[in-house]
């Protein structure tokens, strides 16, 4: 890699970390507080509500997003051309995802409050899926300061704002309506921030351009919404056939995984564009670029689950508190997904970036679709174990999978 790459690699990584890490401590904070406050349960109707409107989310990008970012890396002068139908497409699935989520919230089995509660964080998600095309612009520029800054921004609000709220009224609904004020001042700074690289802002309405799209980008959506499934379903299933204590059980340890992906969230979202870039540029870079980012997330998933498992018990009570003494043994087992997690982000974006978006959405399929499987027994039988168990066994066979299949992409670099 030249050393100008690796300067803004270096630069870009060191924005997104010290994001995350921000975004983390105060993330992990509000969760503390918010444990302590209102118990496990109250952690698992929290989590039932942003999750299940996450599950949701399906109709919100159909991959739209992630082919135009890989489009502007490859040629920035495709900016003007894609961003206004994109815009236009994107507005359009944001009111239709809403609403889903507002007919499909009425159907539930959960309190009037909490589904009110839903249609809101639903009605804000739709400023999100917009926004997130202006976050696509400036990683498409290998510019990732500005993102740090609206994720940090939000994460203080959260923490200070919400934080109160929580302490001084003890009530869930006012402290999700405080999340949702934050998550508002979040996507006006990414959109503020995006058109930074924008000339013009221009929305157009044109079914037929968005027809060229979807032909485009529908293997994108087929992994984000795989990728959705994959992530969200667990805690949804734990929910609606375990409860809110099971929940909140699965949610403290599951807390502990999201620290750690804050490796991956820092590696791939630096590195991704680049590869797309070097793919018809320098392959031979990207050959190298590759190597290193494998190395660098295998250690360091071999070291997470180590330490996971010595400091479970630790991590969990002095956090936490006795009353999630149940999460211990979840967050053992949870420890020995991380090297997979760390190593299936890197396969999916290496595959997408280098045009084998179609090979990845085959695997994504298989291990989201067996995810739910072993999640509906293994939670009907095993609660929120049962839910752990199934994220290592499907993490585990879909890394296996793609080192399968990276010796063959690994052998087209090298020939190519």
């Known amino acids: 890699m030249g050393e100008s790459l690796k300067l803004r690699l270096i630069k870009n990584a060191g924005w997104l970390f010290g994001a995350e890490i921000i975004s983390k401590i105060l993330a992990y904070g509000i969760i503390v507080i918010l444990s302590r406050t209102l118990g496990p349960e109250g952690l698992g109707q929290y989590s039932f509500i942003f999750y299940y409107v996450g599950l949701l989310g399906i109709f919100s990008d159909l991959g739209v997003g992630y082919y135009f970012m890989r489009e502007v890396a490859r040629e920035r002068n495709r900016l003007d051309e894609l961003l206004p139908d994109v815009l236009g497409f994107k507005i359009v699935l944001a009111v239709v995802n809403f609403l889903v989520i507002a007919g499909l919230t009425l159907f539930i089995p959960k309190p009037e409050w909490m589904k009110l509660l839903i249609i809101l964080a639903g009605a804000e998600a739709m400023l999100t899926w917009i926004s997130l095309i202006f976050v696509r612009v400036m990683y498409a520029h290998e510019v990732t300061k500005y993102e740090a800054i609206a994720r940090t921004v939000e994460r203080l609000w959260a923490f200070f704002i919400g934080g109160a709220v929580l302490y001084y009224f003890m009530s869930l609904s006012l402290f999700v309506i405080a999340l949702l004020a934050g998550y508002f001042l979040r996507e006006l700074l990414r959109i503020k921030f995006g058109m930074k690289f924008v000339d013009v802002v221009r929305v157009r309405f044109?079914?037929?351009?968005?027809?060229?799209?979807?032909?485009?980008?529908?293997?994108?959506?087929?992994?984000?919404?795989?990728t959705l499934i994959y992530y969200r379903t667990d805690m949804v299933m734990l929910s609606l056939m375990r409860g809110?204590?099971?929940?909140?059980?699965?949610?403290?340890?599951?807390?502990?995984i999201q620290v750690a992906m804050l490796v991956p969230n820092i590696v791939i979202p630096t590195t991704l564009p680049s590869m797309a870039r070097l793919w018809k540029e320098n392959r031979d870079a990207l050959q190298v670029l590759f190597r290193k980012s494998f190395q660098t997330l295998v250690i360091l998933g071999i070291a997470g689950t180590v330490g996971y498992y010595l400091l479970a018990n630790f991590g969990i009570?002095?956090?936490?508190?006795?009353?999630?003494?149940?999460?211990?043994?979840?967050?053992?087992?949870?420890?020995?997904?991380?090297?997979?997690?760390?190593?299936?982000?890197?396969?999916?974006?290496?595959?997408?970036?280098?045009?084998?978006?179609?090979?990845?959405?085959?695997?994504?399929?298989?291990?989201?679709?067996?995810?739910?499987?072993?999640?509906?027994?293994?939670?009907l039988n095993y609660g929120a174990s049962g839910a752990a168990v199934a994220t290592v066994v499907s993490q585990g066979i879909g890394c296996l999978l793609n080192g399968y299949l990276l010796i063959k992409y690994q052998w087209i670099l090298r020939q190519s």
């Open 206 to 226: 044109k079914p037929d351009k968005w027809i060229f799209l979807l032909k485009k980008s529908y293997p994108f959506w087929l992994i984000g919404l795989f």
């Open 244 to 256: 809110d204590y099971e929940t909140g059980i699965y949610r403290a340890a599951y807390i502990w």
């Open 317 to 379: 009570l002095t956090v936490f508190g006795k009353e999630f003494g149940n999460s211990v043994p979840v967050l053992k087992v949870l420890a020995f997904a991380l090297p997979f997690m760390f190593l299936n982000s890197l396969f999916g974006s290496f595959m997408n970036a280098t045009g084998r978006e179609l090979t990845f959405t085959k695997i994504a399929g298989f291990t989201a679709l067996l995810n739910v499987v072993l999640n509906y027994f293994l939670i």
